[in-house]
Nanobody, 110 residues
Framework: QVQLVESGGGSVEAGGSLRLSCTAS????????MMWYRQAPGKEREFVSL???????RYADSVKGRFTMSRDNAKSTVYLQMNSLKPDDTAMYYC?????WGQGTQVTVS
């Protein structure tokens, strides 16, 4: 079983930045595609970004150009650098690997 632990959420003003981290319990990060999703209150969970095993990334149109996903295999960790944050980015952010999900980290932009 894979365990995913997110961190780095918080409250920021519009235009600010945050960096989320997701640490996996095993070598998962280097051998599986890793993803970030988010869920705002009253809305469905939505895809944010993906990084595959060769390091290629893909982003939702709503975050393209503002968010950057990266991976550190040695630390079994993926990151989501979020810049130019908007109130619409307010949500619980979840890390996902295959069928496994983290517990989420809250991002609030005012």
């Amino acid at each position: 079983q894979v365990q995913l632990v997110e961190s780095g959420g918080g409250s920021v003003e519009a235009g600010g930045s945050l960096r989320l981290s997701c640490t996996a319990s095993s070598y998962t990060v280097s051998t599986y595609d890793m993803m970030w999703y988010r869920q705002a209150p009253g809305k469905e969970r939505e895809f944010v970004s993906l990084i595959n095993v060769i390091g290629s990334t893909r982003y939702a149109d709503s975050v393209k150009g503002r968010f950057t996903m990266s991976r550190d295999n040695a630390k079994s960790t993926v990151y989501l650098q979020m810049n130019s944050l908007k109130p619409d980015d307010t949500a619980m952010y979840y890390c996902r690997c295959d069928i496994y999900w983290g517990q989420g980290t809250q991002v609030t932009v005012s």
